[in-house]
């Protein structure tokens, strides 16, 4: 049986080693424990899914709690993916955003047909300021 969370007060080890196992890491810099607790302490909405005391899944995201959630980490534990966990991290990050906040995201390349299967909407006007980059 899987338990869902709210927080972000997680164990920093416990995390960037969910990350390796849901192949996030490889595009995270979850190499340095510095980093991994600044991502968790500074998101202001993570939901957490557990199973037998062990993290399983995480939804990590930036949020107003009005107009905006910016879900910036979605990561499930390759053994327990295919089970409805991802989706169940979606869904309670959208109700804990509020009822009228939309929930955006950038997939992973291999998940970009994931989404559209869940009931997300293509959106094709994003931009990204890539460190080292300036604005000109």
Do not use: C
């Amino acid at each position: 049986m899987i338990e869902y969370r709210q927080g972000n007060d997680l164990d920093v080890a416990q995390t960037a080693e969910l990350y390796e196992r849901s192949t996030l890491a490889a595009r995270r810099p979850t190499g340095d424990p510095g980093n991994v607790e600044k991502m968790l302490r500074n998101a202001n909405l993570v939901i957490t899914a557990w199973s037998d005391g062990r993290m399983v899944g995480i939804a990590r995201s930036f949020s107003d709690f009005v107009y905006i959630t910016y879900l910036s980490d979605l990561a499930v534990d390759q053994a327990y993916q295919r089970q409805g966990i991802g989706k169940e991290l979606i869904r309670l990050t959208q109700v804990a955003s509020g009822p009228n906040t939309t929930v955006l995201l950038i997939a992973a390349p291999a998940s970009v047909d994931y989404y559209p299967h869940i009931g997300f909407n293509r959106h094709n006007s994003a931009w990204l300021l890539s460190p080292g980059s300036t604005v000109t």
